[in-house]
């Protein structure tokens, strides 16, 4: 059975500060490893998609890398800003239907100013 | 206005009563989703829908039952609700054809924060 894991919990950071952000995978039999971002009351934005066939992606500031065979992704931030304060998820999935999605459970980012 | 709307956003009952949870989405996509978050822990699948005829259950169906009233619409129920299923419930969707493969992402609404005395 997957099992999605997000190290650390919570993170604070001054800033223009670049951080690390780690999600751990158990089975590397994915189709795809997205990164959303949830603010409070808006839901959940999806930020970066890495296929299974990718070693990793960029928008911006945001860099996220894909290791299947250690069953490990990261989500790097760079330059950090007070607006990237939210909770970061990681979500693996399976197949094409979306019905198998094991969604992390979160690393709350709080950067301060 | 956004492309996924829940009502209600808050919603405060108690043990016993029926709650209906409701999605709407503009963005024409087939596929719908009802997922719940719990504190400390990831999103769980509820319920899915890949048209108005095709429902399936999630990895955690017990207690909830769902209707897709139209490809735009798609409830979820508490038919009798228990303080266990208090949670943030978000609905999501997605697109089922014309996306290139592995590049497809769900849409999320802002989510329904349940409380059940």
């Known amino acids: 059975k997957q099992e999605v894991t997000q190290i650390p919990a919570a993170l604070s950071v001054p800033e223009g500060e670049n951080l690390v952000l780690n999600c751990s995978f158990t089975?590397?039999?994915?189709?795809?490893l997205q990164w959303f971002r949830q603010d409070p009351g808006k839901g959940l934005t999806s930020l970066l998609l890495i296929q299974s066939s990718q070693r990793e992606q960029t928008s911006g500031r945001l860099n996220a890398s894909l290791d299947k065979s250690s069953g490990r992704s990261t989500l790097y931030i760079a330059a950090s800003q007070p607006g990237d304060s939210a909770t970061y998820l990681c979500?693996?999935?399976?197949?094409?239907?979306?019905?198998?999605?094991?969604f992390g459970p979160g690393t709350s980012l709080s950067v301060i100013p | 206005d956004a492309d996924v709307t829940q009502t209600p956003r808050n919603r405060i009952t108690k043990t016993g009563k029926r709650i209906m949870l409701e999605c709407s989405q503009t963005k024409g996509h087939d596929r719908m989703y009802w997922y719940r978050q719990d504190p400390g822990l990831g999103l769980r699948l509820i319920y899915y829908s890949f048209d108005v005829k095709d429902i399936n259950k999630g990895e955690i169906s017990d207690g909830y039952s769902v209707s897709r009233q139209a490809q735009a619409k798609f409830s979820l129920s508490l038919e009798s609700a228990i303080p266990n299923q208090t949670a943030l419930y978000f609905c999501a969707t997605m697109a089922s054809s014309g996306r290139v493969r592995g590049t497809d992402t769900q849409y999320f609404g802002p989510g329904t924060r349940l409380t059940v005395l």
């Open positions: 979500a693996v999935n399976r197949g094409t239907s979306y019905d198998k999605v094991i």
């Open positions: 089975d590397s039999a994915i189709y795809n």
